[in-house]
């Protein structure tokens, strides 16, 4: 196994000057499970393509493990790619298509047989040895693509969007087999998907890109609670963080009719920047819902006694889900811009449509970003 360096990888692409990738630094584990996830254009695929020796790269270098493979081709660096569209060879069986590399390589056929025999074991492709790939669903096409990769007990694993192609039931089957599979086999893995929900599922750590900068490489637990700015903040969470514009105000930020307390280190750093209001990013369960004088609201200094404390938010849809459900709704925050609110409750008390709640955010559980830059500021 390998150990995979990005060492200010950077890549421009002819006619252009702007760089696909801009100095990228990453060192992923030996057996980590890494996601690269972004928007379209981020330049995740180039970046995988660049580790596979597929795309040149312009500046900085590649390390996996001890050898710089910067400008090697791709059959010297001992990797295994997986690709969206599976790229199999319609006229060649399962068998065959899995054993097609280790043929070239001119590995005996028992050895062959053996190896095909087993990946298909692992992937409950035995009694589909004998097919063609026409004859397969998406679902296990995408398996005997993993098999060509496993069978070359290859250093490092690459798979870029393998699951795009597939219904999302099935997706969401695959995701859990890919993740098992790699923890099993122990080979180190950089996967690349636009699906940040895939992303936080299956990766040991997820790195975010946007026009190819990286942005944070952290764990998808530490990645939700501890966004490093407003970028990440909204790309990652389904549904996204709420993230709302508001003036600062004496301890804290102004909430609607109520006082939300921050961080004086926070409101210290943007006054520094000059700036006269944060933006607070707020999870959808990390929502109060209050009434008059209501529980939630006893932590939080209010303005008026004529209204509920918090930002009023009219219910425009419902998305019912069971045991939860979660309320699209908009809210007039400063300067009276209307603002999209998505607040999780309880499925048992779910409100109409165009009903009024007025809701604060849980004590402890806003994240304040600059304004001006959308750099953290909160602990």
């Known amino acids: ?24 630094d990453i060192e992923i584990e030996d057996g980590e499970f ?3 996830v972004g928007p379209s254009g981020c330049g995740k695929s180039t970046s995988l393509r660049m580790l596979a020796g597929l ?29 969206q569209n599976y ?16 043929k070239i390589a001119g590995v005996p056929k028992a050895e062959i047989r053996q190896k095909v025999e087993d990946a298909a074991k692992i992937l409950d492709l035995t009694e589909y040895l004998s097919r063609k790939p026409k004859a397969l669903s998406g679902g296990q096409r995408q398996r005997v693509a993993m098999g060509r990769a496993i069978v070359r007990e290859p250093r490092v694993f690459l798979m870029d969007e393998p699951l795009s192609n597939l219904d999302a039931k099935l997706r969401v089957s695959t995701r859990t087999q890919i993740a098992s599979l790699q923890r099993r086999l122990g080979i180190t893995t950089v996967y690349v998907t636009h699906d940040q929900v895939e992303a936080m599922t299956m990766g040991d750590r997820v ?12 764990s998808p637990r530490n990645m939700y609670d501890r966004p490093n700015n407003l970028f990440v903040a909204g790309f990652i969470g389904s549904p996204a963080m709420n993230l709302v514009e508001v003036p600062i105000t004496d301890g804290g930020v102004k909430f609607g009719n109520s006082v939300v307390p921050v961080g004086r280190d926070a409101l210290s750093t943007a006054s520094d920047k000059g700036d006269s209001t944060v933006t607070v990013g707020v999870r959808p369960e990390h929502f109060d819902i209050v009434e008059q004088n209501g529980e939630a609201a006893k932590s939080l200094s209010k303005e008026s006694t004529d209204s509920p404390a918090g930002l009023a938010v009219t219910v425009n849809v419902v998305e019912e889900l069971g045991a939860d459900a979660y309320i699209y709704g908009t809210a007039e925050v400063a300067g009276g811009e209307q603002k999209d609110l998505v607040v999780r409750v309880s499925g048992r008390s779910v409100p109409d449509k165009g009903a009024q709640l007025h809701v604060v955010p849980r004590p402890g559980e806003t994240h304040v970003f600059s304004t001006s830059t959308g750099e953290r500021l909160s602990d």
């Not at 200010?8 to 692409?13: E, W």
């Open 55 to 83: 795309e040149d790269v312009n500046g900085g270098s590649i390390h996996i493990g001890d050898r710089d493979v910067t400008h090697l081709p791709p059959k010297d660096r001992d990797i295994a790619m997986v690709f």
């Open 87 to 102: 790229a199999l060879y319609p006229h060649m069986s399962v068998a065959d298509n899995m054993g097609f590399a280790l």
């Open 1 to 24: 196994m390998a150990t995979v360096t990005f060492d200010k990888a950077t890549r421009i692409y002819p006619g252009s000057e702007k760089p696909a990738v801009d100095g990228l």
């Open 207 to 218: 790195a975010v890109l946007k026009d190819g900068l990286l942005q944070q490489v952290d």
């Open 34 to 36: 890494l996601v690269l």
